[in-house]
């Protein structure tokens, strides 16, 4: 009875039991550099 309840719960994880699938935000076209940079001696 247990497997079986598993089973059913995996199931309908893997059909899209949620809803519909939502298709995520495009970013927007260009270039972006982020980031440090650093320079020196430490001792």
Do not use: Q
């Amino acid at each position: 009875m247990k497997r079986l309840a598993i089973l059913a719960m995996l199931g309908l994880a893997a059909c899209g039991a949620d809803g519909d699938p939502v298709r995520p935000d495009a970013p927007e076209p260009g270039i972006t550099i982020t980031g440090t940079a650093e320079i020196g001696v430490s001792g």
